[in-house]
């Protein structure tokens, strides 16, 4: 038997998946010394991270985002390579995260 999930709940699994770890970084950032600059500057200049799809065709789940940043301009790629192991890790295995687009706001 089958177990379908619709992509209505894929996205919400995923935006948890996606909040919670954003979360926990945010938290441990705060130990975070002066050799984690640039680190703290990515996580500082991201205000919210949007799930606007799921896909799965093969291997592995994309997840499709856009962030939403206070600051443009700044390489995100730490964080977001971060955030794609991390969720893979821990939430969705077999997923990675893509970028669709930064906005600034």
Known sequence: MKLKISQSKLIALAQNAVDNTLHTIRTESEDWGMGEMSELV???????????????????????????????????????????????EDWIPNSYINVIKFVEI
Not at 65 to 87: C, D, H, N, T
């Open 42 to 88: 990515q996580i500082a200049g991201v205000e919210r991270i949007e799930v606007v799809g799921v896909e799965k065709k093969g291997e592995p789940f994309k997840i499709d985002v856009i962030f939403y940043v206070k600051v443009g301009g700044i390489y995100y790629s730490e964080l977001i390579e971060e955030i794609s192991a991390r969720v893979d």
